[in-house]
C-alpha cells in the first residue's frame, strides 16, 4: 500500500466534535498554491489545508526537505506561509478568510518539486559555519557570493506596495496582567476580578481555554463564559504578553485586534503580572524526525478536537506520558487506525522514519518496521519560561520532570501559575491559579494604594481605593510529575527545524570547540530562528550537554530575550508622533511661497524664492524676518543679576533698565552651549532670549543654579518662547518702518540707541517690547509681540513698508547677513569641544569675576593657549565657495582646521567663510589651503577681523528720522489652532462661529485669560489661591489650577481678563515672598476634550494611567502627551469626562491634529465653539 | 521602561526625567586645583551597587529630586523627608 499516492484530494473531515471551534455552517473559501480550497469559519490556514489532505506545507531553510504540521501552533516552523502580500505568516495560526491567497515560500518552481531540494545530498557539506568559512574569501567576490545567497533566503516576498492596513501602537495599565488563558490562567483572571482588579487577560490562540479544549471541552467553555462575562477583566485572544521589561512594563501584541488594523502594540504598565502560558510539546530526534507526517501528540489532538479532522490513516503513537496515550484514544475516535502505541515508559523506543514527502513506515528500536502515514510523539514539555527570565528569574532543571521549572526569583509583582509552575488535575491547576490571582492583585491593590497615595490629583486620603484584602488564599503546591528525560534516540535527526539545525550539527560544533549552549548556539543558529527555541531549546540543549559530557543543568540555557512572539515593525513604530512646531506667521509663509527648512521641531521659511535678492533688500532697504523659534526666558525676582552673572561669561550687575547685553554661556567644561541676549525691562526683571534650539537646554541649566546650587536666589523663570512672536525688522529704513506703526516710543537714534530696549505699543497691539540689537549688521529692531497678534503685527509691517521695498526675508538671507557681519553661531562656528576662548568671544570673559559656569576651565585655556581659532577666511579665489566642513591644511598636509561657515556674499560679490584654525595657521594674513570634498585644494587668505563687512559698525550708526504714525488695521487676536466653518469675533479674537455638537468633542480655548503665578509652595499666595499642586479650586471668577509646587495657573474668561491681573498683581505685591505673576495668555494652546471615551483616547498618546481614582474631577498634573509636555486639568461636565488640554503655543496645532487623527475612529470632532462660552468656573 | 517616583508627581516613567548623574558636589572654582575641578567634571565612581544621583523631572513639577537608586536592580530607594 502506498499511503503517499492518496494525497491532496481527501477528505480528512470527521463528524462533529463536542469542542470543535468551526463553523461547519459557514464554509470559506481560499487558494493554495493557485488551488482553490474550501475550509469553515474557524479553520486555520493548517486545519483547513490538513482537512484536504494536504501533508507538505513548506520547504525547510537550509536543505529545502519538506515540512509538515508539527505543533499546530503558532509557533509551528513547518507552517509559514505567504498570505497575499504578507510573507511569513504563520499558516497554523492565521485563520482563513474568503478570498484569501495563500502560498508556500521559497520554493522553485514548486513546492512539490523544489530543485534546491538536492541541497539535501550536499548536506554533508553544508554543515554549521559552511556559508561563514566559504564565503569569507576572498572579499571582492561577497557582491557575487550576496547575489547568489539571496536567491536562498528563507522567507516569503514583501510586497513593494503599503497594504491597507494600518498598525497601531497605545498604553494601557492593569492591576493584574494574565498571559495566558488556560484553565490556571482563567482562574487567576477571575480570582483577581472577583477581589476588584482590573484584569487583562492575554490569548496566544484564538480561544481561551488551554489544553482543556480538548482534553475537557465543557470546563474550558465554563471558564471561559465566565471570564468574558467579568466586567472587569478585559480580554485579548490572538494576542501575546511578547516582553517584560522594568517595572513590569509590558508589551502585549494584539493581532488583527479589529478590521483595518494589522497589529498594536499595547505598552502595558502591570501592577501585577501572571505568567501562565502553560506547556509547549517538543519533538524527538530521531532520523526522519522533520517528515511531514510526523507531529507532536498535542497537534494530532488540536487537529481532531479543535477542527474534526484526521490527521492521517494509519498511526504509530510514541508516548512517554498520558498526553500521548490520549491523543492515540483521540485517533482511535476519529476513525485512524493505531497500528501501534510505543511506550517509552517501558523501554520502547523509535529510531527511524521512512518516507520522503510523508511518513511511509516507522521504524522501532527492535527492528520492527510499522507501515503507517502518521507518527504522534510525546515526548515531553518545555517551559516558556520567557517572561519569568525577563523578570529576573532563573529557572532551574528537574530531571524528574525533564523541564526547567521557576527558580522563584522573579521580581516583586511576577507571578508563575499553571503548567509552567508544576502538574496537577485541571482541579488543581485551577485551584493554583485562583491562588495566585488572588495574591496577584493583593500586590496590585497595595500597589495601586500606594500609588493613590503618592500622587497629588486625589482629592485627598485614599479612601476610593480598593481596601487592602487579608483573605489571600495560601498558594496550593503543583506536584511534579516523573517524566523521563527522552530527547534523542539512537540515531541522528532534526533539532532546530526552522533554521535546519540537525543534532550531528550540533556534535561537530562542540567538536570544533564550541563547547557551551551559548557558543554553540551562535555557531550553528539553534535556537536563532522564527521559532527562537519554543519547540527546539530543551533537545538542543541536551544534545550539547550530552557532546560535552556535562548535565542539563550544567549547560544552562540561552537567554529568553524580548520578543517572545514575533512583532511587525510596522506596530513598533506604530503612528508617527513626532512633534512638529510652527509660529504664527507660518500660514502666511505659506500663501507666499515659503521654502520650509526643518531647524529641530520648527518648520521655518528657509526662503522665498531668491535668498540673495533678500539679502540685498535688507542691505539696500528693509526686510523682515520671522525669527519666533528664539528662545525666550522670562526672568523675575532681585537675584537676576547673580543668577546672569554666573551663567553667562560676561559682566552683568550693571545693566540698567532699558538695556540689552549679549552673553555666551559655557558649561563647566567651558565650551560655549549657547549665547543670545538679555534685556532688563524693570528693577527685577528681564527678559533672556537664547538660541532657537538651546530655548530647553538653557532654560533646565537655569533651573539646575536655582534648584541645585542656589536655592536661596529668589529668581522665577517662566518659558515664554511662543509667548511672543518675534519679528525682526532689518535694513537701512528699518527705523522709518517701525516708527509708522509703533506708539509711546521714541524710536529717533538719540533716544532709542544701540543695545537699548523699549516697551509699548505696536500696531495697535499692547504690550510688545522691542529692541534695538544688529544680528544682520544692519539697524535692526526685534519685535516682540503677543503671539495671539503676530500675523497682525507682520501684516501691518509689509503694508506700512510698501513704499519703503520692505521685504520678507529667511533663514537662508540671515545666515548670509550674519556671516558677512562675522557673527558666530552657537553649534554651527562652534561644537561640543568649542571652549569660549576658541569661539572669538575673548572680549566677553571677564576672569576677574569670582565665578561663572567653566571659569576655571577658560583660566587654564587662556593660560595655556589651548585649542582652535574662530577666524574669518575669504577664498583667493571669490567665486569658489568651500563647502561647510571642508579640512584646512597644515603645511605638512595634516588637518589644521576647518571651514564652519561658507557662503556667497551677495554684498561683497565673493565668497566669505568662518572657520576654525590652529593658533598656528590663525594669523591675520595669512594663506592656508583648504581641501574641498571633491580632493581638489584651494588658498584662502585669514583676515584680520571676523566681520567681512563694516568692521567697525557704522551701519549700525543709522541716524535716520522715524516717520509719522500711520493707520493700520484694528489688531485681531488669534489662536494657535485652526478654525474650521464659519467664523465670529469674540471680545477681539477671531473665534468659531457656531457649535458642532458630537459625542466625543475637541473645543478650542485660545481666548481663555491663563496667567501663570509663581510664589513659595506654602505662603500667603498659596494659602490665598487655595488650590495646591494637583488640584484645581474653582474660584468666583477663576480657576486656579495647581499646576506645579510652586506655580499656579490661573485662568479666566476673556471679559474678566484686566480685572484678574490686578487682583493678581495686588496679591503677589502685597505678600512678603518672592512671587510672579506671567501673564501666558497668549504663550499657551488650551483646548478641551470631552466625552465618554476621552480617557481611552488619551490612552493612545499618553502613558499615565487615566483612571479614575488617580485622576479624578478636579485633577491637574502635567506630562507627555504625543511627544509634548502637556497640562491636563480634568474637569468633567456633569458624567461627561473632560479635560482642558494645555502646551506651549507652537505646539498646539500638531496636538490637535494628532489628537484628531487618533480619536476619528472613537468619533472625535472638532466641535466648533464652546457651549455657552469659555465658561470654565 | 522602569518607573521613577517623583516626591512631588507620584511613580512615573523615567522617559519624564532627565538624568543629571550622581551628586558631585562644585568645588569653589577661586580656590579649586586643576586635578580637583576635572575630578567633579569627568571623574564618577559609576558603583555596582547604591548610587545617590540628580533626576530632573522635565515632563512634570519640573523639581530637581535626588534619587537613591541601587545600579544592580535599578530599584529606587525611597528619600527621607519628602515633600510629600
Redesign the interface.
Known sequence: MNLSRTRTTLDRRIAPQPGEVIDRSTPVEFTWNGRTHTGFRGDTIASALAAAGVRVYSRSMKYHRPRGLLSATMHDPGCMVQVDGDPNVRGAHRLIEDGMKVSSQNTWPSLEMDVRGVNQLAGRFLGPGFYYKTFIKPQRLWPVYETVLRQFVHGGRLSRTPGPEAYDKRHAHADVLVAGGGPAGLAAALAAAERGARVMLVEEGHQLGGHLRWSDPETAANLARRVTQAENIQVLTNATVAARYDDNWCAVVQRHPEPGVAERLLKTRARSLVVAPGLLERSYVFEGNDTPGVMLSTAARSLVNLYGVAPGERAVVFSANPDGDAAAQDLGRAGVEVVRLVDARAGQDVVRVRGRKTVESVELADGTRLEADLLVTATGWTAPTSLLNMSGDVPVYEPRAARFLPGGQAGPGVYATGGIAGDGSTDQLIAHGDATGAAAAAHASGIRREHARAVPTTAGGSEAVTPADASVPALPDLAVEEHPELFRSSTHGMVDFSEDVSSKDLYSAVAEGYDSAELAKRFTTVTMGPTQGKHELMNAIAVIADATGTTIAQTGTTTWRPMYAPVTLGALAGPSHDPVRYSEIQSWHEANGAVPLVAGQWIRPEHYGDPEAEVRAVREGVGIIDVSPIGKLDLRGPDVPKLLETVYTNKWSRLDVGRVRYGAMCREDGVVFDDGVTARLGEDHYLMSTTSSGAAAVWEWLETWLQAEHPEWRVHVTPVTTAYTSINVAGPHARRLVSRLAEGIDLSAEAFGYMRVRTGRVAGVDDCIVWRIGFTGELSYELHVPASYGLHVWEALLEAGQDLGVTPFGVEAQRVLRLEKGHLIVGQDTDGLTQAYSAGLDWAIKLDKPDFAGKPELAWQREHGGGTRLVALQPVDPDIVPAEASQVLRPDGRIGGRITSSRHSPTLGRSVCLGQLEPSLAAAGSVVDVRLPDGRTVQATVMDRLAHLDPDGSRLENDSVPDEPRAHPTPLARGPLSVTGPTAELRGWQVAGEHRPAELSLTDYAPVVKVSVRAEPTGAVATALQARFGRVHRGENTLVVGSGPDEWLILAEPCNSTRVLADLDRLTSEADEQASVVDLTHGRAMFRLTGREVTELLASVCALDLSGDLVPDCAALRTTVAGVVTDLVRLDEGARPSYLLHCERSSGAYLVETLLATGRDRGLMDAGAPVGGFVIT | ???L?CP??????V??F?H?GPLHR?P???A?T?DE?RH??YIRQNPHGVVEE?W?H???????LIVKRDTR??TVIPAEGE??
Open positions: 521602561m522602569m518607573q517616583s512631588w508627581c507620584g511613580p512615573r516613567n522617559n519624564e532627565h543629571d562644585r569653589d572654582p577661586a579649586t586643576v575641578w567633579y567634571l540628580r530632573y522635565a515632563a512634570g513639577c519640573r523639581k530637581f536592580t535599578n515633600p510629600r
